[in-house]
């Protein structure tokens, strides 16, 4: 399914009869070596499917498993999307909690209520994402949070910072959709004293990943119970992996969307 089709079933109200059975075909492809597409850990702690790349458009799959140990992070979960969001929740709770950031002071101490903090951009080349200190000092803190369940869908403009949480356990999938948008950038909030810095992404250790795939696998079909979403992974062990990951070097953009400032979702 391509980045069109999926938007139409989901704003059609299709996406529950039609996206899991996808989900479970593309989870166990990449499981099992018959598909390029990566798993990246992702710094905001979910696993990254990118399955598709064209333009200004992107569809991911979006895995929190605890299978797969999160990326370190050297900023903090807030953050805001060059590109629109539109998600489909396959199994899981997701509850997105928008911020009231706002500017200055940069002090701890100051009169302003809320956490002190920077603005990072995040930009990423192959293996490398490079956080860029801006010196823009903001103090932010939680605004107005929403939860979205098994089945339900949801919005997020770009340019609006959130942060993601995952309730009712370790488990969530989603199927996320990008549009990019004109002039936006990938922007995150980290401590006032962080210079400009680089961090080089780890692969995760490849059996873990098809664990994780896996047992991704089966929450979308138990979720989503049908003839078209019943797996062909029956083990909860599965074997060694047996084929070579994609080099990170491959992969069509870095784990926050873009590869370069002037590069697509």
Do not use: K
């Not at 333009?55 to 900023?75: F, K, M, N, Q, Y």
């Not at 780890?202 to 049908?226: C, I, M």
């Amino acid at each position: 399914m391509r980045y069109d089709e999926i938007q139409g079933d989901i704003r059609a109200g299709r996406a529950a009869r039609t996206l899991p059975a996808w989900a479970v075909r593309v989870l166990e492809d990449v499981a099992a070596g018959r598909s390029p597409v990566p798993a990246v850990r992702h710094p905001l702690g979910f696993l990254c499917l990118p399955v598709e790349r064209s333009g200004d458009l992107g569809v991911c799959l979006h895995i929190w498993t605890p299978e797969v140990r999160p990326a370190p992070s050297t900023t903090s979960p807030v953050h805001c999307h060059s590109w629109d969001l539109l998600s489909f929740v396959l199994y899981g709770t997701v509850r997105n909690v928008r911020m009231d950031v706002r500017e200055g002071p940069g002090e701890a101490g100051g009169a302003a209520p809320g956490s002190a903090g920077q603005v990072f951009e995040v930009v990423s080349r192959g293996e490398v994402d490079e956080l860029r200190a801006t010196g823009r000092a903001v103090r932010y803190r939680p605004g107005p949070s929403a939860a979205h369940r098994t089945g339900e869908s949801y919005t997020l403009p770009a340019g609006v910072f959130h942060s993601t949480l995952i309730e009712d356990g370790l488990d969530a999938a989603t199927v996320a959709l990008g549009r990019q948008t004109p002039g936006g950038g990938d922007l995150s909030l980290g401590p006032l004293d962080v210079p400009t810095h680089q961090v080089r992404r780890a692969r995760s250790d490849p059996d873990d990943t098809v664990r994780a795939l896996l047992r991704s696998a089966r929450r979308v079909a138990a979720a989503h119970p049908g003839p078209s979403t019943r797996t062909a992974s029956v083990s909860q062990e599965p074997p060694s992996l047996s084929h070579e990951p994609p080099s990170l070097s491959e992969e069509p953009s870095g784990p926050y969307g873009r590869r370069c400032r002037s590069a697509r979702r």
